[in-house]
């Protein structure tokens, strides 16, 4: 899929998104019994705004933060296909050589082809739903 036919999100969605974040960044470190940041509060408030009213000003923003995603998800993507293939099929497919299993009937096939012959055929195509 082109990122072309991805659909950017709207302003609205947007503004509401980086405002929660602006406001948790902005409280985190009253947690920790430190000062809120005023100033990431007021940003937060500020994309609060212009989200509700669905701002024209925040589409740059969006579009660069969209654009950003694109780039993230063209490196990110592989890298975590190929952590959960090196982590999960690659010691999935040892233990089934260690302990010796042929789930799909590789070495009982001949080598021509690895369809399974029935010979004792009870079912139709008939009815098949």
Known sequence: MKHKDIKIGSNRSFGMVFFVVFLAIGLWPA???NEIRIWLIIISLIFFI???FNSKI???LNK???RFGIFLGNFIAPIV??????LVVTPTGLIMKLFRKDLINL???NDKTYWIEK???TSSMKNQF
């Open 119 to 121: 010979k004792d055929i």
């Open 64 to 66: 660069v933060w969209f």
């Open 31 to 33: 947690l920790s019994g």
């Open 50 to 52: 212009l989200g509700i």
């Open 58 to 60: 925040l589409t740059p």
């Open 81 to 86: 296909m190929g952590i959960v293939f090196f």
């Open 107 to 109: 070495k009982q096939n």
